[in-house]
């Protein structure tokens, strides 16, 4: 099923969670075994973020060699096998960034033999790509999916038929950081949507004025495809200053108060938890068609805020 149809036909706000492969050496069992909380909720979909390949250059014999190496387990190994287990509708996150074309070609007709139809395309962070041969920003990214989708190869192909994949892209209601003002930001965003892709998931965030503001400008610039609030619970006095630095998010003061005035690690877990409860009924009071929760494969706070929400 698509996303877009999963939206369409949904007659309630849905929940949808995003997971980050655990480190290889990991077993099936550790990483389902904690989904399996998660899933009692009936995610519409689980996405899996997908990560660069670390590439070193290494001197063997005298001779200097470039070494590849993963870090986490494959994603796309991840949703095939999480649509079997669970039944979910799995979204694996594919980025530009340490990937050529042909290497993205191969990754999406193998997503494709799988049955998935849905995809999130990023550029991904570490090293950037260049050349003939890579693509760039998210939108060359979209664009090679939907030259796919019109049964448009790199080389051509004998029996060969369309792909049919429905497009996810991110936004930014904070702006971008390396963007150098949110109208070239939102310029930028409208170009992936222009490329074909269908729906949007926003980088996590804590002020949901930022966000209805920047779901009214998308609106204005055109971009009328479903926009889904991610969403991080928050449970940690270390969140405070971890969250802003590595996402370029604001806390609001009001919500780092009600978590800072606690010193035990259950008062701090609860305050977070009924925060992050607050911002999700706001949302929804405010028509969002579902929410998207940065799990980061880690069960119990997004179940604690999908048991406050029920
Ligand atoms: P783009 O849309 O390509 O934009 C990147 C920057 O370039 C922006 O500043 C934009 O304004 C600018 N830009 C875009 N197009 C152009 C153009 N044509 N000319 C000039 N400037 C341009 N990272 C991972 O590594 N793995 C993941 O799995 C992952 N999942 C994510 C999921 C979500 C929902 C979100 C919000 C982010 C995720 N990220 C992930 C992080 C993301 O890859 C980074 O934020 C990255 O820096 C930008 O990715 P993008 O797809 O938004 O890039």
Redesign the pocket.
């Known amino acids: 099923m698509k996303v877009t149809d999963l939206i369409k036909h949904s007659t309630k706000p849905f929940t949808s969670i995003e997971i980050i492969p655990p480190k290889k050496g990991t077993r099936m069992e550790t990483l389902f075994g904690e989904l399996e909380g998660l899933m009692r909720y009936k995610p519409a979909f689980m996405s899996v ?4 390949h670390e590439r070193t250059i290494e001197e063997v014999n005298g001779k200097k060699i470039e070494r590849i190496k993963n870090k986490r387990l494959d994603t796309n190994a991840i949703c095939i096998a999480a649509q079997s287990r669970f039944g979910v509708v799995p979204t694996p ?1 594919v ?1 530009c960034r340490g990937f050529t074309k042909d290497e993205t070609e191969d990754m999406l007709l193998t997503l494709r033999f799988h049955g998935l139809e849905n995809v ?1 395309a ?5 090293p950037p790509n260049d050349g003939e041969f890579a693509n760039i ?3 060359d990214l979209v664009e090679q999916m939907q030259r796919m989708n019109r049964g448009e190869y790199l080389d051509p192909m004998e029996n060969a038929d369309k792909t049919d994949f429905c497009i996810g ?2 936004g930014y209601p904070e702006k ?1 950081f ?2 150098p003002d949110f109208d ?2 939102l310029k ?1 965003l409208k ?2 949507i222009d490329a074909g892709s269908h729906f949007i ?3 996590m965030f804590f002020d949901n004025t930022a966000f209805y503001s920047f779901r009214d400008e998308i609106a204005r610039r055109g971009i009328n495809v479903p926009v889904i609030p ?1 969403i991080k619970p928050l449970y940690k006095k270390q969140h405070l200053e971890a969250l802003p630095r590595i996402f370029y998010t604001k806390i609001p003061q009001a919500v780092q108060d009600s978590i800072n005035r606690f010193e035990k690690e259950e008062d701090i877990y609860r305050a977070g938890i009924d925060s992050t409860i607050a911002q999700c009924k706001d949302l929804l009071a405010h028509g969002v068609p579902g929410i998207h929760f940065y799990s980061m494969s880690v069960a119990k706070p997004t179940s604690d805020v999908l048991e406050g929400l029920k």
């Open positions: 973020t997908s990560h660069a996150h980025i999130l990023l550029r991904g962070d570490g920003y998210a939108s892209v991110a971008h390396e963007a070239t930001d930028n170009k992936k998931i926003t980088q991610g």
